[in-house]
DNA sequence: GTAAAAAACTAATAATCGTTAGTTTTGCTG
DNA sequence: CAGCAAAACTAACGATTATTAGTTTTTTAC
């Protein structure tokens, strides 16, 4: 038995989590159960229980885990020099590196939200909702500056958003182009799309 | 008793279907139960029999006639006249009113096609593969004839098509912007990133 | 080495699930 | 109004679920 074992730097909870969001990515959090994720521990479901509350308190832990990230790194962007047009390139390509380095677990966030319990749920969508806020008032400010087209602002901050999302279809298409290429047609193409 | 009424179009299989996309639009697939299908159509669980063969055939019912409404609109524009250009923006305005006409039924596909059983989980993702390949080979087409910039195609395809798909975010934002001006900012948004 | 703590185990519970069987009611047709 | 089919109902089954209780094993600390 003990078959659980920590990372360099992941505790026993960190490691059950990451499987976790593993597991809730293949089959969705509802059709996932703790018998399947303590399978793939090597462990017998009830022993899960020694390092975690509940099923819910590992769909919060991956949900606000990506949450935070994101929020931290717009503060730093946000407080940093740098014309609108560099800010939200650097954006961009930090959503992108997201999803290609922490896949299972902004592929959680994005898809399995809707399962959080209150108020976590709560809780989260006002952090999505500000997120998206702060993004729209720094677009805001770059059509302002004259730096970016005078589209709807909301519109812009959508689409870009989503269009980042959707690289979660080229999990498969990986092999075929490089993540650098992916990254740099990316952002050219969306970004096109709105600086002046 | 005999509570289902068909609509005016619509058979009494039609209107389980419609109910069963609006609940597993809300709950996930898995955890939207038969009885609280029933109580929304105002009936017992196992009346559903009745008219149905069981859950799994709805999602299949849903998935595939979204799936079919997009390939059909597809081939009328491959069969069509127009540059490239005004092909693709059809297609994108396509996608953009069934997603906000279809939002039930278009959000279930998009997000519950993991849970179709084989042989219909194959298929559905063949026919959706397929459906990117021509559009991938539209926007090779309009790159050769010099319509479009020379981005990697597959790129160019999968961020439309992404970013189209977040439309669903904008249930909430429809109060604030009309229809019409959201789809038109984003066919700008989106083509002005690939025309040349 | 031995005691204590951590973490595994087995067994079981209560709830919920999709679905079936069998029965009763409804609504149409003559 | 009688008869029949469609469609509702009640009751229940078997499977699966997250979780708890209680016990045993493993690891840690001195």
């Known amino acids: 038995m003990a078959k659980i074992k920590p990372g360099k730097n992941a505790s026993k909870k960190?490691?059950?989590?990451?499987?976790?969001?593993?597991?809730?990515?293949?089959?969705?959090y509802s059709s996932a159960s703790m018998r399947e994720l303590a399978e793939a521990l090597g462990v017998e479901a009830p022993s899960l229980y020694n390092?975690?509350?509940?099923?819910?308190?590992?769909?919060?832990?991956?949900?606000f885990k990506v949450a935070h990230a994101f929020t931290a790194y717009l503060e730093t962007i946000e407080t940093s020099a740098g014309t609108q047009v560099t800010l939200l390139e650097k954006i961009v390509r930090f959503h992108i590196r997201m999803m290609l380095n922490n896949f299972d677990e902004v592929y959680v966030a994005n898809h399995e939200w809707k399962?959080?319990?209150?108020?976590?749920?709560?809780?989260?969508?006002i952090q999505r909702r500000?997120?998206?806020?702060?993004?729209?008032?720094?677009?805001?400010?770059?059509?302002?500056?004259g730096a970016f087209k005078n589209n709807n602002p909301c519109v812009s901050v959508l689409t870009?958003?989503?269009?980042?999302?959707?690289?979660?279809?080229?999990?498969?298409?990986?092999?075929?182009?490089s993540s650098q290429i992916l990254e740099d047609d990316m952002v050219h193409l969306l970004l096109n799309g709105i600086i002046k």
């Open 14 to 28: 960190d490691v059950i989590i990451q499987n976790a969001a593993a597991l809730f990515k293949k089959k969705g």
């Open 51 to 63: 390092h975690i509350g509940g099923k819910s308190e590992l769909l919060q832990a991956i949900c």
């Open 115 to 125: 399962h959080l319990k209150e108020p976590y749920l709560s809780n989260f969508l």
């Open 130 to 145: 500000g997120y998206e806020k702060r993004l729209i008032a720094l677009v805001e400010t770059g059509i302002v500056a």
């Open 160 to 177: 870009i958003l989503s269009a980042v999302r959707g690289l979660e279809f080229w999990q498969q298409h990986k092999k075929n182009i």
